[in-house]
């Protein structure tokens, strides 16, 4: 049995929850409120504590600042939220949350949860009998981060993963490479990362070494001295140096021209850079993070990447998933897009019709090409309503064995030309239904082919009656 404190300000959600971590054996205490659970964390100590994220007063963030400075190891917090959002997700874990949830959370989600939990827990108990006590995260307040954060939004549980290991990256120094096919939004998640780390106040520096000739590139990367070559009319400091006390992104960096690559090796071991045309070094302080759409250990192998950088830079690993995989995602980002593109006037709708050609696309540009069909509707479409035969998505003679994989047949025309939740609620039901067909009944894996976690496929099971 495990003591564990409760903390919502919702009075039913935290009765629902009280009760339902009683009936598992455990001691359970609870608090309406940030200030009360500081206080009782203050009395007794936890074994997993599970943490409402938007509270009146001291919100749940603050909570656990609050938390992780005065307590000498931070037991496992679990936060929960209806109000899933990329940046509340990414600033959570920074903060050293053990999980992130969205509510409604099923038995059987807090089961997993806090077994991993108490798992997590005596092993930190452990580590602490033998003097191998963590430090606890390095952040203690939390950021105010940015609201609008583009392609990066996203309700699917593989963009959810995404966002808790961005912000476990961002609570650290360490090297992060990103991996994701073209479009996906490696920058993206490259610039959340510096907008919730340590270095947010100093600059953003991204260079592409797929797109620069590898005779500039060495120059780009280190800078130059006047007179260093032909043309070299003045001194440059280099992507590096303008990048000292902030984050540089080498993007594409599997297509790096294999001398340059050594001389970025040594960069990154010294800590110090030499501009082209001189023999001083320069110290740098520089946090790097590197992305590629290319497998870096095939590269390896076949000579084109060295190994020793490729060790260098893939310290932290994040992956992006391809769109086809984010079923869940098509709907809210083409709408976010017709926002994006209206601003500040009413954006354009998107039919049921619409809707399931979305779904059923199968997105080989991934979010970049979604971003720019829904741009090309707002440009050209005059209506206020955008319909399948506007999105002009070209699909390829698969597309019905796309669309038949995403569990969309044809929808009726009375779907089409019905109201707009009602037909989305139509879809839904189809595309569960189909999702777990194909799945024979294994919920955990019609979740995955959905791209949403197991605890909202088990909300939507319930609210259509499912299963």
């Known amino acids: 049995m495990a003591r564990i404190l409760v903390v919502d300000d919702d009075a039913d959600f935290r009765e629902s929850l009280v009760e339902t971590l009683q009936g598992l054996g455990h001691e359970v205490h609870e608090a309406p409120g940030g200030a009360e659970a500081l206080r009782q964390a203050g009395r007794h100590r936890y074994g997993a504590i599970f943490l409402d994220h938007r509270m009146p007063g001291m919100d749940g963030l603050e909570t656990l600042a609050a938390l992780a400075a005065r307590m000498a190891r931070l037991p496992p917090v679990v936060v929960l939220t209806a109000y899933a959002s990329g940046s509340g997700t990414i600033e959570a874990m920074r903060l050293g949350a053990f999980d ?8 059987a989600g807090v089961i997993e949860v806090l077994e991993r939990a108490l798992r ?3 092993e930190a108990a452990a580590g602490d009998a033998h003097g191998t006590q963590d430090a606890g995260p390095p952040a203690t307040q939390a950021a105010q981060p940015e609201a609008d954060e583009g392609e990066l939004i996203g309700i699917s549980e593989a963009m959810r993963e995404v966002h808790k290991r961005i912000g476990l990256a961002a609570a650290s120094e360490a090297p992060v490479l990103i991996k994701g096919e073209t479009g996906t939004g490696k920058e993206l998640v490259a610039r959340a ?7 947010a106040a100093g600059p953003f520096v991204a260079i592409n070494c797929a797109a620069i000739p590898k005779e500039l590139l060495e120059s780009e990367l280190f800078g130059h001295v006047k007179g260093a070559f032909t043309g070299a009319g003045t001194d440059r400091p280099g992507c590096f140096r303008a990048a000292d006390g902030g984050v540089l992104l080498l993007d594409e960096i599997g297509d790096m021209a294999p001398d340059v690559q050594a001389k970025l090796l040594r960069a990154l071991q010294e800590g110090e850079v030499t501009p082209l045309g001189s023999h001083r070094p320069v110290r740098v302080n520089v946090r790097t993070v590197a992305a590629t759409h290319r497998d870096l250990a095939a590269a390896v192998r076949e000579g084109r990447f060295r190994e020793d950088l490729r060790y260098r830079l893939d310290v932290l690993h994040i992956s992006l998933p391809p769109l086809r995989e984010r ?9 976010h897009f017709l926002r994006r593109a209206a601003a500040p006037q009413p954006a354009k709708r998107l039919s049921a019709g619409a809707a399931r050609e979305l779904v059923a696309h199968p997105w080989p540009g991934n979010v970049r090409e979604l971003r720019n069909a829904m741009e090309r509707c707002h440009a050209l479409l005059r209506g206020p309503v955008v319909g399948p035969a506007d999105l002009d998505l070209g699909r390829p003679a698969h597309a019905d064995a796309a669309a038949s994989a995403a569990g969309a047949d044809r929808l009726p025309q009375d779907w089409i030309d019905g109201p707009l ?5 139509r879809l839904e039901r189809l595309m569960l239904a189909h999702a777990l067909e194909q799945a ?28």
Do not use: C
């Open 100 to 107: 992130h949830l969205t509510k409604p959370v099923s038995r």
């Open 120 to 122: 997590a827990d005596a």
């Open 193 to 199: 990362l510096h907008r919730h780390s340590e270095r």
């Open 327 to 335: 079923l869940a995602d098509i709907v809210p980002l083409a709408e």
């Open 421 to 425: 939740p009602q037909a989305i609620e």
């Open 440 to 467: 024979q009944g294994n919920r955990s894996l019609a979740a995955r082919r959905l791209g949403i976690h197991r605890q909202l496929l088990y909300s939507k099971l319930a609210q259509y009656g499912i299963g």
